[in-house]
């Protein structure tokens, strides 16, 4: 009996130091793969907080583009408005240049209608004054020609009057 209980007592003792050997073991497994969780615990956790800023920061870049964009939008549209202003002003001046034009046009047809009427009145009455003159000269000219001519056909008028005389007077039968 002695022998039983030896037995019992050294399997006791032998399972319960295999108990602690595999319980060593699987306690040292344990906390190295604790220990290699915990790492790549804290790499993940590393990660984690490298992606949050990296989205944070991509965050902050989409709302200053937003900003630029709104910003952006702003000044076109003023720019549109000026656009839209400065073509309104432009057909407005030009509106007003076309009636000056034509105003400007109707005055200088006028302006030179009257200064043509008057040159043709002050031409006419120069001509007509010029005219007179020559006709006075020509009259007082005539006379002076009617005497010039009449003074060169007497002397020729009475030649000839002699000259006939003389020849009916050498012809045989006109005497």
């Not at 990296?54 to 630029?68: G, H, N, P, T």
């Not at 008057?118 to 002076?144: H, P």
């Not at 003389?166 to 039968?173: D, I, T």
């Amino acid at each position: 009996m002695a022998e039983v209980i030896f037995f019992v007592l050294g399997a006791i003792l032998g399972g319960a130091a295999v108990w602690a050997l595999v319980t060593a073991r699987a306690r040292a497994g344990a906390a190295r793969e604790q220990a290699q969780l915990q790492s790549e615990l804290a790499a993940a956790s590393s990660t984690v907080n490298e992606l949050r800023e990296q989205v944070r920061q991509r965050e902050q870049a989409v709302e200053s583009l937003r900003r630029e964009i709104d910003a952006e939008r702003q000044i076109r549209v003023t720019a549109e408005t000026r656009v839209q202003e400065t073509e309104k002003r432009l057909q407005e001046e030009r509106q007003l240049l076309a009636e000056a034009e034509k105003k400007l046009k109707e005055s200088f047809e006028a302006l030179s209608a009257k200064a043509l009427q008057v040159n043709a009145e002050q031409f006419l009455a120069a001509a007509k004054k010029t005219l007179e003159n020559v006709l006075v000269d020509t009259k007082g000219n005539l006379g002076k020609h009617q005497e010039a001519i009449n003074g060169l056909i007497k002397p020729l008028a009475e030649a000839l009057k002699r000259l006939e005389e003389q020849n009916r007077n050498a012809q045989p039968g006109g005497e």
